[in-house]
């Protein structure tokens, strides 16, 4: 029993010594990690084509510390007074220590999903809701996960979206309106405008299409002239209707006497 | 029981007591230094500063104890009741290994459920263990 007893100490003390040197040991290799810039984010840039938002943001992670890294993940949330706009999770496979990863997190959402959700971040600028986490596992038991919540500023690419200036030629059945916007997006706007007219009982009784491409930080002004489809009824109200990239982003009511 | 036993049994006891005190001092003076070196890090965190508190406090009331019960069954009792209280207030302190720290807008979480139940394995080997020498002190005769 005595032999035991001895054995059963001996091994309680090395557990007890592995125990309380893993995590001093894993310390040291976080410092080691996060000094030097051995971990980071380079320029995230932005972009939109084809009705879709995409954020691309590159990154790197440098292991020099003294374990493996494991189940590295990076997650982002963006969204607005509660309500999510979109979310991105990206897996890292593992980096062995001494060794270099590099990968990247995108964010997409497309235009519909954010007309339909919010809107007016179209048209107006303000301030959205960011939640950035990243988790990483060290030697394979410890879990680290720093996550930070922060608001960015959104630049709306059709701000101040107005449709002006309506007219109707009754004699030659053409309506004119402009349209104008500031797109104060770091971004260029490109895409086709569609602006739909519609009588009071909702039927389509003319149509203009224009390509758009408006530089960033630059203002659009343009002019429509809709000729009246000859067989449609026309009603002294409608509506008119505008889309971008698909998605309805405007609407205005029109009464003529 | 003749003055001269008691005399020296008192003797002893008191021997006993002013060793414990001395190891205990010893072990303090450890917990203090920890205590020093946490309490910088953990200045904004004053929970987990108390929950540390209550370890070391406890971790030296048992290393007291079984010091005095020395040559007595309650050594046994305390070493097996010093594994218990560490793997329920280890456990718990930790939030079964799950710690979060936070400040202002900026959220750490450290999860290290692994080397918690490492922790309760040694514990219950020490349990184990503290058995063991219980019954091989009762199986002892006075004499040996």
Known sequence: MRQTIGALGWIIAILWITTLLLPVTVAFSLMKLLEAKNMGI????????????????????????????????????????????????????????????????DISFSLEELVLKYSELLTNDTELDVNASL??????????????????????????????????????????????????????????????????????????????????????????????????????????????????????????? | MSKNENKRSFRKLGLRIAKATLITAVAGIFWLVLWLLISSLLVDFPEHLARFAVLAWALLFFTFAIKVSEGTIYKYILIIARAFFLIVYVAYATNCGVLTIKIEEFTLTIEFIPLLALMIVINLLAMARGMLQAIEFTSQSPKD
Request: with cysteine; net charge negative; proline share 6%.
């Open chain 1, 42 to 105: 380079q320029e995230p840039t932005i972009s939109f084509s084809n009705g879709n938002f995409t954020l691309f943001m590159p990154f790197y992670i440098n292991n020099t510390g003294f374990y493996d890294l494991s189940d590295i993940s990076i997650n982002i949330k963006i969204g607005r007074e509660n309500k999510t706009i979109s979310t991105s999770s990206t897996q890292l496979p593992n980096v062995p220590a001494g060794t270099m990863a590099n990968s990247s997190c």
């Open chain 1, 135 to 257: 988790r990483l596992r060290v030697a394979y038991a410890i879990a680290f996960e720093a996550s930070m919540e922060f608001t960015t500023h959104w630049d709306a690419p059709l701000y101040n979206l107005t449709i002006y200036d309506v007219a109707c030629n009754s004699a030659n059945r053409t309506f004119s309106f402009s349209i104008s916007f500031d797109n104060h997006a770091p971004y260029p706007v490109n895409g086709t405008l569609t602006a739909n007219l519609y009588n009071s009982i909702n039927a389509l009784i003319g149509s203009d299409i224009k390509y758009v491409n408006v530089p960033s930080r630059d203002k659009f002004n343009k002019s429509f002239a809709i000729t009246v489809d000859p067989t449609a009824t026309m009603t002294p109200n409608g509506v008119i209707r505008l889309y971008f990239a698909g998605a309805q982003i405007s609407e205005k009511e029109w009464t003529f006497p």
